[in-house]
């Protein structure tokens, strides 16, 4: 019959595909496939291998058979952001994971915001290629201010430190990718990506003038008519023709 086994491992060994024939004839010889595929991940692992016969000194046939089980080696990337983790390949920016960057004005920057690239695996993570870079709609309204070290070691981790410096107004998105070898990353193939978003705000002064008398049609913006001391608005970076509309003093603007 086929061969057996026995210990307290025994389901770390099992029998291949390769089974052994019966009968054996006088001096030939059959084989069989013994397969160690360790359950634990560390230590000696040991059975015994028993084959029936009809030998009447040698029945059961039995040895002992062992091996060594070793942990797996991994990495583990996983990006955080106070303590709040950006799953892999994430697509929701959220202010509590330091993906949304809230409404900054046009022409200004955000703080920086640190996220924190850990490798929870059991094997050094090396980053490969420029590391970290930025991709996507609005290029240029994020910037890389700190770039992660490399490797890095189990349990450790690297910081990469990003700014939001919208160049116009509204929803401005990018993606945040991360290069690692991954040969090591079971699930977790390189890069690790994750969407960033950011509101520019557009500048704007409220502009006074003050005309002199304060009695008629004061004064003129680009053609429209503001009585008394009323006032508009003057966007940044836009040019505006005032201009008085009756022969007065068209006074000083209060900022």
Do not use: C
């Not at 040991?46 to 030998?55: G, H, L, M, R, Y």
């Not at 959220?94 to 022409?107: A, Q």
């Amino acid at each position: 019959s086929s061969p057996t086994r026995r210990s307290s491992d025994l389901s770390d060994f099992y029998m291949g595909v390769a089974a052994p024939s019966s009968p054996v004839g006088a001096g030939s010889s059959t084989t069989f496939q013994l397969v160690f595929e360790p359950t634990a991940n560390t230590g000696l692992r040991t059975a015994t291998v028993t084959i029936p016969n009809d030998d009447p000194n040698k029945n059961p046939y039995t040895f002992a058979v062992q091996g060594t089980a070793q942990p797996q080696q991994r990495i583990d990337p996983s990006l955080e952001y106070s303590g709040t983790t950006i799953p892999y390949g994430d697509q929701s920016p959220t202010v509590s994971k330091g993906t949304d960057f809230g409404s900054v004005n046009v022409g200004s920057q955000s703080a920086t915001h640190s996220f924190q690239l850990y490798n929870y695996g059991n094997i050094n993570m090396t980053l490969t290629g420029s590391f970290v870079q930025l991709f996507g709609a609005n290029s240029g309204d994020f910037a890389i201010v700190s770039m992660p070290s490399s490797p890095i070691a189990p349990s450790g981790d690297s910081t990469i430190g990003i700014r939001f410096q919208p160049t116009g107004s509204g929803l401005r998105t990018e993606s945040m990718l991360i290069y690692y070898d991954d040969i090591y990353a079971p699930g977790a193939t390189s890069p690790y990506t994750v969407a960033l978003q950011g509101t520019g705000v557009p500048n704007t002064v409220s502009v006074t003038v003050q005309p002199s008398p304060l009695s008629g049609p004061s004064y003129s913006v680009d053609g429209a008519l503001y009585y008394g001391s009323t006032p508009f608005k003057w966007n940044a970076g836009v040019n505006h023709t005032i201009s008085t509309t009756t022969p007065q003093n068209i006074g000083y603007p209060i900022i």
